[in-house]
């Protein structure tokens, strides 16, 4: 058995960011730029008008005479000529500052009696306008490596990049092995349950943003394994759950070899999830999870998204971890890390729950973290900060 950190590594191993492929912008929110984009322009493109007002030459303002409105500037029609001394603009927020004029003034501090503007005295002496370039200037680059957020995607559409290099999104292949799986839909015979693994595998790399192919469940025979392990060939990654244990069916464990399984290391010393694989199948990277419900998608969670966001560019680290305070005592923990199911409160406190049966699906789903139990942990008590994780 291995730590879990030194697990994940293995893993992260095995896997390298995809290639770049080119997308529109409108496509690429949550993906992983490849290349830097550039803007192609300045922004704004020209000095603009901060706010509704007119348009001057503060000098005219000391002498307190009135100003001479010549003409208008809108957002998008810009005033043609340029100010002359004693002379205004009427301007409109986004237009073009008109030449001559350094200032804006804000309409509610002026007063116009046909083309006769007046100016109050104590006018806030803004400027008012939003110089060239300030928002970026032509050549201002979003780097490789940034995962794009809203607010990337609205900046990009500002540089005038309508379509960037992003990383190719992780296809999937997930394989359910087991004589007793029947699919979600079918009628089960009396020994037969309905394959979940695989759908909550496949929700949970949609979520991550990868793409997910479910291959049809595997039997527990070579020949079963051997074929459904082939359709899996071309994608990014393969994760396959159950058979990974020490009983006589178990014969991803067993025959890894013989199905062409190059494992980088089998077992790994956390709860739920003991029976965990990776290595490679003829090259591809694979994952091989328990059958346990709660122990494949915890063991997802924890090692295969990792893995997927590092194929899709992002950093190669391990779920995020936050903090609670403990809503109980807890016991001390045995050799293995343990990952406990557990409800987080509004009063910031996480509640593990009453049973951490890995078979148990309904406590997955009630729950939204894992509280984490280093080795050895000693108890801990209502009160204390714990280590959490959120799923
Ligand atoms: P195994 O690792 O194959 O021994 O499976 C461990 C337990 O998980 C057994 O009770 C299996 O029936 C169950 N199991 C395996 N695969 C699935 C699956 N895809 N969906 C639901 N339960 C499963
Ligand atoms: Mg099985």
Request: hydrophobic share 45%; charged share 20%; net charge negative.
């Amino acid at each position: 058995m291995i730590p879990v950190s030194a697990a994940l590594d293995a893993i992260l191993a095995l896997v390298a960011p995809l290639p770049g492929e080119t997308v529109a912008l409108r496509d690429v929110v949550g993906r992983v730029l490849a290349a830097p984009a550039t803007a192609g322009r300045d922004q704004p493109p020209f000095d603009a008008a901060q706010m509704d007002g007119y348009a001057l030459r503060s000098a005219d303002l000391e002498t307190g005479r009135p100003l001479r409105v010549v003409g208008t500037a809108t957002a998008g029609h810009g005033f043609t000529g340029t100010i002359q001394p004693g002379e205004a603009v009427r301007i409109f927020t986004g237009a073009p500052v008109p030449g001559g004029a350094d200032r804006v003034v804000m309409q509610e501090e002026t007063g116009r009696q046909g083309d006769v503007l007046t100016v109050a005295a104590n006018a806030e002496p803004g400027p008012f306008i939003r110089p060239r370039g300030g928002d970026f200037a032509r050549g201002a680059e979003l780097p490789a490596g940034r995962a794009l957020r809203p607010a990337d995607i609205a900046l990009l559409a500002a540089m005038n990049v309508s379509q960037v290099t992003v990383h190719r999104r992780p296809a999937v292949a997930i394989l359910s092995t087991g004589d007793e799986l029947v699919p979600p839909g079918a009628d089960p015979g009396p020994d037969q349950i309905v394959a979940s693994n695989g759908y909550g595998l496949a929700a949970l790399v949609t979520e991550t943003g990868a793409e997910a192919r479910l291959l049809p469940i595997a039997r527990d025979s070579l020949d079963s394994l051997d074929a459904c392990l082939r359709l899996g060939e071309g994608a990014d990654l393969i994760v396959t759950t159950g058979g990974a244990s020490v009983g006589d069916h178990d014969l991803l464990a067993r025959d890894g070899t013989r199905l062409g399984i190059d494992l980088a290391f089998y077992k790994v010393a956390m709860r739920p999830g003991k029976p965990l694989m990776a290595g490679r199948l003829r090259g591809t990277p694979m994952l091989g999870l328990p059958g346990n419900p709660v122990s494949a998608l915890v063991c997802g969670r924890l090692f295969a998204v990792p893995a997927l966001r590092r194929l899709a560019g992002h950093p190669p680290e391990a779920a995020a971890r936050a903090t609670a305070v403990l809503g109980t005592d807890l016991p001390a923990n045995g050799a293995r890390e343990h990952y406990m199911r557990a409800r987080t409160g509004t009063d910031g406190c996480a509640y593990p729950a009453d049973s951490q049966d890995s078979s148990l699906l309904h406590i997955l789903a009630q729950s939204d973290a894992l509280i984490v139990r280093p080795p050895h942990d000693p108890p801990r008590h209502l009160g204390e900060t714990v280590e959490i994780v959120k799923i």
